[in-house]
């Protein structure tokens, strides 16, 4: 029989019950599992997961992100100027 070692993740939450602290990780055969040990759920960790959605463009990204990032911050915007005398 193989005995195979589980480990706690620190901070992860439970996709499927929503408790935090309660997910084993497991190898089996090269594969990844995890489970929650509080409501039972259990999956094959994904070999590569995909992002949701598109990374942030920052000062490390590829020169065309920031060209895009930075031709959408250049929008001109109208400014309203409020006049403070009426107030008092």
Do not use: W
Not at 19 to 42: H, K, L, N, P, W
Request: glycine share 4%.
């Amino acid at each position: 029989m193989t005995t195979v070692k589980k480990q706690f993740i620190a901070g992860v939450v439970c996709p499927s019950c929503g408790a935090q602290d309660t997910i084993q990780m497991y190898t089996i055969d090269e594969e990844q599992f995890r489970e929650c040990v509080d409501c039972g759920f259990s999956d094959e960790m994904e070999k590569e997961p995909s992002l949701l959605g598109k990374p942030l463009a920052t000062r490390v990204s590829p020169e065309e992100e920031l060209k895009q990032e930075q031709a959408r911050s250049d929008d001109v915007q109208i400014v309203h100027i409020l006049d403070n005398s009426k107030l008092h």
